[in-house]
């Protein structure tokens, strides 16, 4: 089964940073695409950041230009850089297989997420 474990988080103020991490199960991030979702109260799970194995990126209009995600297979981490922090980017922050669009779609189980609070 796939372990997923996302630190990081924290309280912000608006126009702060946060470097997220999740460390994964060995070779899962060296073999698949990997991504980063957000869930904010109320609403669904969306897919912010995406990288595939070669090192292409995407991102969610949302946040294009303050968030910058990236690898690193020999440790089986994931990051996330955030920058610019707004209060809707407030959300439980997980990471898990994809890149764009449901494709590929994640793997069934989730880690227990991280929180993020941008709030002054």
């Known amino acids: 089964q796939v372990q997923l474990v996302e630190s990081g988080g924290g309280l912000v103020q608006p126009g702060g940073s946060l470097r997220l991490s999740c460390v994964a199960s060995?070779?899962?991030?060296?073999?698949?695409?990997m991504g980063w979702y957000r869930q904010a109260p109320g609403k669904q799970r969306e897919l912010v950041a995406g990288i595939l194995i070669g090192g292409r990126t995407k991102y969610a209009d949302s946040v294009k230009g303050r968030f910058t995600i990236s690898r690193d297979s020999a440790k089986n981490t994931v990051y996330l850089q955030m920058n610019s922090l707004k209060p809707e980017d407030t959300a439980v922050y997980y990471c898990n297989r994809g890149y764009y669009s449901n494709v590929p779609p994640p793997f069934p189980s989730w880690g227990q997420g991280t929180q993020v609070t941008v709030s002054s």
């Open positions: 060995a070779n899962i991030v060296s073999s698949n695409a």
